[in-house]
């Protein structure tokens, strides 16, 4: 059975950080491309950062140079180092897992407020 299990989501303020993480199970991890996506209520799901099983990365021009996306093969995770967050980066985000078959988490809140 597969699993995408994403964690670190939370409330925090402007300016702040938060690191997400996506832990996979049921898959070569290694073989997947993964990628981050965000969707804010009343808005379409949206990539915000991907890496492929090479390591190579890609970001959404909103967050670059705030948002890192890294993986740790060893540990069937990715992560998503969020800085510098703002109230527009306010959304439900999810992890996803692509080869041959794509696969879904179940979504962390992220919410930037004061």
């Known amino acids: 059975q597969v699993q995408l299990v994403e964690s670190g989501g939370g409330l925090v303020q402007p300016g702040g950080s938060l690191r997400l993480s996506c832990a996979a199970s049921?898959?070569?991890?290694?073989?997947?491309?993964m990628r981050w996506y965000c969707q804010a209520p009343g808005k379409q799901r949206e990539l915000v950062a991907s890496i492929t099983s090479g390591g190579i990365t890609n970001y959404a021009d909103s967050v670059k140079g705030r948002f890192t996306i890294s993986r740790d093969n060893a540990k069937n995770t990715v992560y998503l180092q969020m800085n510098s967050l703002k109230p527009e980066d306010t959304a439900v985000y999810y992890c996803?897992?692509?080869?041959?078959?794509?696969?879904w988490g179940q979504g962390t809140q992220v919410t930037v407020s004061s």
């Open positions: 049921g898959i070569a991890f290694s073989l997947y491309n």
């Open positions: 996803r897992a692509e080869w041959k078959t794509s696969y």
